[in-house]
């Protein structure tokens, strides 16, 4: 079996989950290559090879120095047969979600998304992936020829494993873009995208306002953290989408999880509820968020946070 990797990359910077995707296909056992697909982009072999690629190929072409859906998913299917690769995986991210659909029409080829688990049965690959809300989990396996993978971030720690990258260059030919992505506009600069923390402290309808919002970034800022919201925050407007978790908004898998105020709707629990550790702080007892926390503090918000934010101080 054969995989390849494509390496997502934005403003010049590997994304995390690429690396993510190395150490899994290195755990698998399979040969495995990277592609990366650009313009000014052979920078990135030396990155890459720090978590043990020992082959990255270039599919390059000045046209893709602006990202273009339809472009890539052309490309990167024309390298999937190009290799010869019997999987292609990528992340279930905001770009894996456009670009993998369309690669998958171009190939004929089965998907399976939003993967949690992804092992070796045997020849073939055995995946698990919630559904339903996280109701129910399914194990997939695809039968198509060439199987294309989407792999949530952080489910997977990517672990440096220093290899010698040897590299391959493609001039690629320029698909007939029919949309191009001309600027990204993100929010505070500098802010840790919550799908890419290790640590999210989110906030809900229970702090009152957006004038509270200070004791979650207060809160996230000791902790290295990111900050979330839940959506009822995000539809009041306390909040900017980028920063809502759940089904309508991002999915995440960080090792800690810290539910400041959000009673736990089903939506909610649907984006959040594979962490590895939940602590839950809500003055409600019967608040559904107990109910897959790993620890619950029953008590006052506003009296808890500001007593944490005093101690992680006074260590610091």
Partial sequence: MKI?????HREGKIRKITYENITLAKQLGQPFEVLVVGSDVDHFADEMAKYGAEKVVFYKNSAFAQYSPDGYAKVIAKAVQDRGADVLLMGATSTGKDLGPR???ILNAAMATDCTKVELDGDDLKLLRPMY??????????TSPVKIVTVRPNVYSAAEAPASAQTETVDAEA???KAVVKEIISGAQGKLDVTEADIIVSGGRGMKG??????IEDLAGLLGAATGASRAAVDAGWRPHDEQVGQTGKTVSPSLYIAVGISGAIQ????????????AINKDPEAPIFKVADYGIVADLFEVVPRMIEELKSKN
């Fill in 4 to 8: 390849l990797i494509y390496a997502e």
């Fill in 103 to 105: 690669v998958g029409a």
């Fill in 133 to 142: 809300a996280g109701k129910v989990h399914a194990s997939i396996r695809l």
């Fill in 175 to 177: 698909a007939d873009f």
């Fill in 210 to 215: 957006p004038e509270n919002w200070h004791l």
């Fill in 268 to 279: 909610h629990l649907a984006g959040m509820s594979s962490s590895k550790y939940i602590v």
